[in-house]
C-alpha cells in the first residue's frame, strides 16, 4: 500500500560531512554527474544549519526526530551519564573506541543511542511513517529507530557478532540494513562488517535493490564514507569521496531508469548533517585542568574523580561530579578553559537567573561575556525571541532594530540554547576556534586533515538540496537540519 500523497515515494540521502563548496566544486569539475542532474532538477541551499555541536550523533538525532538536542537528548559524540555514572563514547576514533573497551562502545551506538538514549517520549521519522502505514526503510545509519522489530542477521560475521554481543533484536523501520548486523531481506550486498569506504557501496548496492523491488516508501540512504576521506585529507579533498557518493546515487536511480524516471516517483532530499572545517592545531583538554582530579576511562578511583571531560573534535564538554560544588566551580572552570588557546567560546547555564526563574545561558569569548534566555524583545533570524544582556560581539551578532542577525555563529542563541538546556549535557560546553581540534580520550585527533563539531559557520553550514518535496525550500528564515523531518512528514501528508 503506497500511501504518498500522489503515490510518490521518498528518498532522504545524508552524505556526511558534505561541505557545500566542495559539492559545487565535484559538479563543476563534472564529478559527480548524479548529484548534478539532482541539482538542476531541484532547489539548492548552501547554508543548511547543523546542530551544536556540530557531530553526527547529534545532527543525525535531529535530522530524524526534528529536534535539538534539549528535546533529543543526544548531547556529544562522547558524554558522561550522570544515572550510569560512566562515559558513553559513540567512537570518536578505533584508539577511544578501545580506550573505553570496544564491545561497550559498539553496544551505546549500536543499540543504547536508539533504544535508551534517544527520547523515548518522542517519535523518529520512521515511528511517525510507520504508524501511519507507510513503508519505512534505512541503510546503516546512527539514528534507525521505528516500529518494526528486527533480529540479528545470520551471516558469516555471526561468530564476530555474537562475540561482540550483538544479539538482541531492536526495533527499526520495515526494512532495515545495518552493516551486516541487521538485514531484513537477502539483497545479495555486502557491507563488509561496515568498512569505511565500503559503506557508500553497500548503501547503493541496497537501495538499487529496494527500488528495483519497490519496497518502501521513505527510504533514508545514508552515504557516511565522505566524512572519514575528509577527516584525513581535509576538507578539500571531499570531491574524491563525493565522487563515491555520487556512484551509490546513480545506482539507486539507475534502477528506476535514471535520474528523469526515477524522480517521476520519488521525491529526493540530499543533505548533509555537518559540513568539516581544516585542522592545524590540537588541544588536550584534559591536561589544561591538572588542578583538577579528571575521571579517566577504566579510573582505578573513579570516587576520587572531581571532573569528566568530554573531548567531542570541535567541541567539548566538562562535568562537574559534585553537584555541590557545581556553582562554585564552573566559574573557576569557565576561567581556566576560556583562556586556553585554540577555545573559541565557553558557554554554562546559570539556574533560576533568568526570566520565570528558567535559568539563562552565559557565554565567554575573547570579545565578551553575553547572557541570554528564551523570551524577551529580541528576535532571531529563526523569528525565536531572546533577551540578550551583554556582549554581542562575542557571538558576532548585530542587533538590527531588534532583529538579531548572525555572523559567523549560525543560529547561535537557538543552537547553544538547545545544547546548554539538554539534560545530559556537560555543565560546560565549549567550541573550538577555526584550525583547533580536541584531542579525544585515544589520543586521536586529525591534525592535518579535517574536523566539525564548533559552533562556527566552517562546521555548521551543510547542503540542502530538494527536488518534489512539499512546497520546496523557499522561504525567509534559515533551513536547519531539523527541518527536514517535518518537511517529510508533511510531505506525506500526516499531521504529527
Ligand atoms: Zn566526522
Redesign the pocket.
Known sequence: VTAARGGRKLVLAVI??LAPAALERAVAEGRAPTLAALMRHGEYVDDCISTFPS??PVAASAITTGLGPDEHLVPSMNWYHRGEERYVEYGSSFPATRAFGVFRSLQDTVYNMNLAHLAHDRRTVFEQLDDAGLRTACTTYLIYRGRHRHEPAVTRYTRLAEAAQFRHAVWGPRELFYADLFDSRATGCSSTLGMPGQRDRHAGCVGAHLVENDLFDFLLLSLPDN?TWS?RHGPDAQPASIVEADRALERVVHAAGGVEAFLDEHAVVVMSDHS?SPVTSVVNLAEHLGNWRVLTPSDVAPEEAELAVCPG?RSGMVYVLDPDRRDRMVPLLAERLGAVEGIDLVAWRTDGAGPDGAGEAVVRTLAGELRFAPGGDRVDERGERWSVEGDLAGLDLRDQDGLLLDGDYPDALGRLWSAIACRRAGDLLLSAAPGFELVDWGGAHHLGGG??GSLHRCDSHGVLLACGVGSGLERSRPWHVRDVTPMIVDGFGITS
Open positions: 556526511d560531512a557531530l553526527t566524512d577527516h568539516q573534535a574536523s566539525h
